[in-house]
């Protein structure tokens, strides 16, 4: 095939752009920007009480037909000032001869919520999410991928973590993995099954994976979703002690899991009802998947409805045998494991939702390249042509040189090249994002009614029929593993104020004593319980960008929550400690924190 089509749509909402939660039921305007993050024209969509009928008829086994046909025409019409018309025409143009790669980027969490793989295209009818030659992408702006951490020498490049809980159809699950691994097309590859799997069990084995050297590049969750008491959707995985029963974890937990494995796992596969729903549109805990794509995750592939038992061993089956045995990209394997389970009654099809960012271009690859072991080679005999003296140094700088020359060539090796389109390796397409956020102008830019203009991600089409590809940004260059890596992700388009963090200290900088700033709470000297603990996290987030940073907080009688101390934090992080902490409701801390309070709450990121 040629090369790929890329679509992007980014979105920013025209009222409160700085904050991508505050969401209201009603009309709203949300403004086009193209890959810079320049306002090309603004789009409507009607949030009306029709459109959340619409929605919930959604979660029915076999939705009825006029609700889906309302939803892709209402998705169309959004779109249609946006220059999708365009867009279909390409799509339909492509079919049989290109993929083509669509990128929702939104800094309006409702949007996520929309079930895009409706979207109807005008030319053929048919919906945009069961074409086969189309892979549609969620992304979160201002976050990116944790670069991929260099393996040791002689470690396995090909493993699988599968965890399950609860009734469940692990037994399938397990067999289709393990037999897609043995038929591997490039070698066998390894399958480790954690079996009534607690949080902590999993968090357990992805640890000691990567203390051992052997970190699992995929990892396969099989459970059950579960609503939490305030609406929003978690995992329900086993309690611990041992028995059958199931606890529901939040997705700011969950988000932790996966964040301090980033760097290993590419691919995180989460195979449970309602694991890519928030809930509510624009409900700030976010859903499971939306978390770990924000922790950093290279891919995420989750279920935005129910999943139904046998859609989900088809997905299962159909998606190893296309990332094992065929070894094809997760963008393939994906479009495979939908193409499988549409069997034109069920709407499983249309569930799966992949998060994966445009700046890693197109054909994101979950198994790293096999790490070479360092060999030295000597020619026999050169050490007799001269001297003893000499012939050992001789000897001695022939093998330095080669070791070194060996060490380059593995470095290069493990180092990915730039994106697939070629792009400088210094470019990031979410550098233009808090620049996007900070200051946008409430009318489109002159030049959006050009025809290059029109589709949303800026970039010039030549001629009609050709879509506009999105920025050509390179993957993240590949790390020795030495950065930190930070344990969850800080809302990235909030304050427009907000400073990047300043990078890491390594050993030999100076380290600056922190200055806390303390805020009274009578007596505060008993550790909250545990479900306050985490609802306070959910409201946290922790920051991203690299060093330490240790933040106290004191859940007062009254219901409020202070910032004790913020040490290693700048000013605007600081700020925003104290501002996340105030939206911790009274009620959640009175019920939580019960006879505990006063009582604090510690966080520590490194």
């Given at each position: 095939?040629?090369?790929?089509?890329?679509?992007?749509l980014?979105?920013?909402?025209?009222?409160?752009?700085?904050?991508?939660?505050a969401?209201?039921?009603?009309?709203?305007?949300?403004?086009?920007?193209?890959?810079?993050?320049?306002?090309?024209?603004?789009?409507?969509?009607?949030?009306?009480?029709?459109?959340?009928?619409?929605?919930?008829a959604?979660?029915?086994?076999?939705?009825?037909?006029r609700?889906?046909?309302?939803?892709?025409?209402?998705?169309?019409?959004?779109?249609?000032?946006?220059g999708?018309?365009?867009?279909?025409?390409?799509?339909?143009?492509?079919?049989?001869?290109?993929?083509?790669?669509?990128?929702?980027?939104?800094?309006?969490a409702?949007l996520?919520?929309?079930?895009?793989?409706?979207?109807?295209?005008?030319?053929?009818?048919?919906?945009?999410?069961?074409?086969?030659?189309?892979i549609?992408?969620?992304?979160?702006?201002?976050?990116?991928?944790?670069?991929?951490?260099?393996?040791?020498?002689?470690?396995?490049?090909?493993?699988?973590?599968?965890?399950?809980?609860g009734?469940?159809?692990?037994?399938?699950?397990?067999?289709?993995?393990?037999a897609?691994?043995?038929?591997?097309?490039?070698?066998?590859?390894?399958?480790?099954?954690?079996?009534?799997?607690?949080?902590?069990?999993?968090?357990?084995?992805?640890?000691?994976?990567?203390?051992a050297?052997?970190?699992?590049?995929?990892l396969?969750?099989?459970?059950?979703?579960?609503?939490?008491?305030?609406?929003?959707?978690?995992?329900?995985?086993?309690?611990?002690?041992?028995?059958?029963?199931?606890?529901?974890?939040?997705?700011?937990?969950?988000?932790?899991?996966?964040?301090?494995?980033?760097?290993?796992?590419?691919?995180?596969?989460?195979?449970?009802?309602?694991?890519?729903?928030?809930?509510?549109?624009?409900?700030?805990?976010?859903?499971?998947?939306?978390?770990?794509?924000?922790?950093?995750?290279?891919?995420?592939?989750?279920?935005?409805?129910?999943?139904?038992?046998?859609?989900?061993?088809?997905?299962?089956?159909?998606?190893?045998?296309?990332?094992?045995?065929r070894?094809?990209?997760?963008?393939?394997?994906?479009?495979?494991?939908?193409?499988?389970?549409?069997?034109?009654?069920?709407?499983?099809?249309?569930?799966?939702q992949?998060?994966?960012?445009?700046?890693?271009?197109?054909g994101?690859?979950?198994?790293p390249?096999?790490?070479?072991?360092?060999?030295?080679?000597?020619?026999?005999?050169?050490?007799?042509?001269t001297?003893?003296t000499?012939?050992?140094?001789?000897?001695?700088?022939?093998?330095?040189?080669?070791?070194?020359?060996?060490?380059?060539?593995?470095?290069?090796?493990?180092?990915?090249?730039?994106?697939?389109?070629?792009?400088?390796?210094?470019?990031?397409?979410s550098?233009?994002?808090?620049?996007?956020?900070?200051?946008?102008?409430?009318?489109?830019?002159?030049?959006?009614?050009t025809?290059?203009?029109?589709?949303?991600?800026?970039?010039?089409s030549?001629?009609?029929?050709?879509?506009?590809?999105?920025?050509?940004?390179?993957?993240?260059?590949?790390?020795?593993?030495?950065?930190?890596?930070?344990?969850?992700?800080m809302?990235?388009?909030?304050?427009?104020?907000?400073?990047?963090?300043?990078?890491?200290?390594?050993?030999?900088?100076?380290?600056?004593?922190?200055?806390?700033?303390?805020?009274?709470?009578?007596?505060?000297?008993?550790?909250?319980?545990?479900?306050?603990?985490?609802?306070?996290?959910?409201?946290?987030?922790?920051?991203?960008?690299?060093?330490?940073y240790?933040?106290?907080?004191?859940?007062?009688?009254?219901?409020?929550?202070?910032?004790?101390?913020?040490?290693?934090c700048?000013?605007?992080?600081?700020?925003?400690?104290?501002?996340?902490?105030?939206?911790?409701?009274?009620?959640?801390v009175?019920?939580?924190g019960?006879?505990?309070?006063?009582?604090?709450?510690?966080?520590?990121?490194?």
């Amino acid at each position: 095939m040629n090369d790929p089509i890329r679509i992007l749509l980014w979105f920013v909402r025209k009222d409160d752009s700085h904050d991508p939660f505050a969401f209201r039921f009603e009309s709203q305007l949300y403004n086009v920007l193209d890959e810079r993050g320049v306002v090309l024209r603004p789009v409507e969509l009607p949030w009306s009480a029709a459109l959340m009928r619409q929605l919930a008829a959604l979660r029915e086994p076999s939705p009825p037909q006029r609700a889906l046909e309302a939803l892709g025409a209402v998705l169309s019409e959004f779109l249609e000032p946006a220059g999708w018309a365009h867009h279909s025409k390409a799509i339909v143009e492509a079919k049989g001869t290109r993929q083509v790669v669509v990128t929702i980027r939104a800094a309006a969490a409702e949007l996520f919520a929309l079930p895009w793989e409706l979207l109807t295209i005008k030319e053929t009818q048919e919906r945009l999410g069961a074409l086969d030659h189309v892979i549609l992408r969620y992304e979160w702006p201002g976050t990116k991928t944790v670069p991929a951490r260099a393996l040791p020498a002689g470690a396995s490049t090909r493993r699988v973590l599968m965890a399950w809980a609860g009734e469940v159809p692990h037994e399938e699950h397990e067999r289709a993995i393990r037999a897609s691994a043995g038929a591997a097309k490039a070698g066998a590859a390894e399958l480790c099954v954690v079996a009534n799997a607690s949080y902590t069990d999993i968090a357990d084995a992805l640890r000691e994976a990567t203390r051992a050297g052997r970190p699992f590049q995929l990892l396969h969750l099989l459970c059950h979703g579960g609503a939490d008491e305030d609406g929003s959707y978690g995992l329900a995985l086993a309690s611990g002690d041992g028995g059958v029963e199931t606890s529901v974890v939040a997705p700011a937990r969950l988000q932790k899991l996966v964040s301090s494995n980033a760097g290993e796992l590419r691919l995180v596969v989460v195979a449970a009802c309602d694991s890519g729903s928030a809930g509510a549109p624009a409900a700030r805990a976010g859903s499971v998947a939306q978390r770990m794509h924000q922790a950093g995750v290279q891919a995420v592939l989750a279920s935005r409805y129910p999943l139904s038992i046998t859609g989900s061993s088809r997905m299962t089956t159909a998606l190893y045998r296309a990332l094992l045995e065929r070894d094809e990209s997760v963008e393939q394997a994906v479009i495979a494991a939908r193409v499988a389970i549409d069997d034109g009654a069920g709407f499983d099809w249309a569930s799966l939702q992949l998060y994966a960012r445009a700046a890693d271009g197109v054909g994101i690859r979950v198994w790293p390249p096999a790490p070479k072991p360092v060999e030295t080679v000597m020619s026999p005999g050169e050490g007799a042509a001269t001297g003893a003296t000499g012939g050992r140094a001789w000897i001695y700088g022939a093998v330095a040189v080669l070791v070194l020359g060996a060490g380059f060539g593995i470095v290069r090796a493990l180092t990915p090249p730039p994106g697939a389109d070629g792009a400088p390796a210094g470019q990031r397409a979410s550098d233009a994002v808090v620049t996007a956020q900070k200051d946008l102008p409430a009318e489109a830019s002159p030049g959006a009614a050009t025809t290059e203009a029109t589709t949303g991600d800026g970039t010039s089409s030549g001629s009609e029929g050709r879509a506009e590809t999105d920025a050509k940004a390179p993957a993240e260059p590949g790390t020795t593993g030495a950065e930190p890596v930070a344990k969850s992700t800080m809302d990235p388009a909030l304050a427009p104020e907000t400073k990047k963090l300043p990078p890491a200290r390594t050993d030999s900088a100076p380290k600056a004593t922190p200055k806390p700033k303390t805020v009274r709470c009578s007596g505060a000297k008993e550790k909250c319980s545990k479900g306050l603990i985490d609802k306070i996290e959910e409201k946290l987030l922790a920051p991203t960008g690299g060093g330490s940073y240790s933040v106290k907080l004191n859940a007062c009688v009254d219901g409020s929550v202070k910032l004790a101390s913020c040490s290693g934090c700048s000013d605007a992080l600081e700020r925003e400690a104290s501002g996340r902490a105030k939206r911790v409701s009274a009620s959640v801390v009175k019920s939580k924190g019960k006879d505990k309070l006063p009582c604090y709450a510690s966080f520590r990121w490194d």
